[in-house]
């Protein structure tokens, strides 16, 4: 059974960052598109980050361009979300969700089948 699991959430200030890890289980993970998403309270959940399989390619959401980067390790089988310059508005709990041998990752929900339990991020203000 895959298992992806997020870690790295907590509570920080505005303008402080945290570093966000996607790992699996039993799986490559340079082998799969992974989506970062958020959802934040009382809001629907909305894709952030992702970043491709063929050639690393990354996309960002308007709201996190310049401040989040999204990065692979497939020595350590990790996706890394690197988040700086968070706001109140960045708190949330975040996903990480993953697609095999998609080529070109996607910012949308339904792309995705497999889904980590999530790690939830909180920035004070």
Same mark, same amino acid.
């Given at each position: 059974q895959l298992?992806?699991? +997020?870690?790295?959430?907590?509570?920080?200030?505005?303008?402080g960052s945290l570093r966000l890890s996607c790992q699996a289980a039993g799986v490559s993970l340079g082998n799969y598109a992974?989506?970062?998403?958020?959802?934040?309270?009382?809001? +629907?959940? +909305?894709? /952030?980050?992702? /970043?491709? *399989?063929?050639?690393?390619? !990354?996309?960002?959401?308007?709201?996190?361009?310049?401040?989040? *980067? /999204?990065?692979?390790?497939n020595a350590?089988?990790?996706? !890394?979300?690197?988040?700086?310059s968070l706001t109140p508005e960045d708190t949330g709990t975040y996903y990480c969700a993953a697609e095999r041998?998609?080529?070109?990752?996607?910012?949308r929900g339904f792309s995705y089948t497999y889904w980590g339990q999530g790690t939830r991020v909180t920035v004070a203000s």
């Open positions: 298992s992806f699991m +997020e870690s790295g959430g907590g509570l920080v200030q505005s303008g992974i989506g970062w998403f958020r959802q934040a309270p009382g809001k +629907e959940r +909305e894709g /952030i980050s992702c /970043i491709s *399989t063929k050639d690393g390619r !990354t996309y960002y959401t308007d709201s996190v361009k310049g401040r989040f *980067t /999204i990065s692979r390790d350590k089988n990790t996706v !890394t979300l690197q988040m700086d041998a998609a080529s070109v990752c996607s910012l």
